[in-house]
């Protein structure tokens, strides 16, 4: 997992960190999407490789933090699949999403890789 410190200007100022590897990201990202009242997470990533690409399947799950007034909105899985996902030298390839739970594969990107 990459983690990156973000300061302030003002040097006494409390340090932010923002991770970068791509569960966090892809978590931030649905996290935005479905709004507050859930709480995402990753259940699983598993390396995946075929002859000519590699990359990893995220397994996460939806939850209501709060039962009774928290539900997905209708068109959350067309929001989903429609997302431009920012994942610097990684991109979405596939994604299935079933009731609360989405398995997303992100492929290395061998155009765009990660610091150019």
């Given at each position: 997992m990459r983690v990156e410190q973000i300061s302030g200007q003002n040097p006494n100022s409390a340090r932010k960190i923002r991770r970068t590897d791509v569960g966090s990201l892809l978590l931030e990202q649905i996290s935005a999407l479905v709004g507050?009242?859930?709480?995402?997470?990753?259940?699983?990533?598993?390396?995946?490789?075929?002859?000519?690409?590699?990359?990893?399947?995220?397994y996460v799950t939806i939850r209501q933090a709060v039962q009774e007034s928290a539900t997905l909105p209708p068109s959350f899985a067309?929001?989903?699949?429609?997302?431009?996902?920012?994942?610097?030298?990684?991109f979405v390839a596939d994604m299935l999403v079933d009731e609360m739970t989405i398995e997303i594969l992100t492929i290395n990107d061998p155009v765009r890789p990660v610091g150019t």
């Open positions: 507050p009242g859930h709480d995402v997470k990753m259940i699983r990533e598993r390396p995946w490789a075929s002859i000519t690409f590699s990359g990893t399947r995220h067309e929001q989903l699949s429609e997302h431009e996902f920012d994942l610097p030298g990684h």
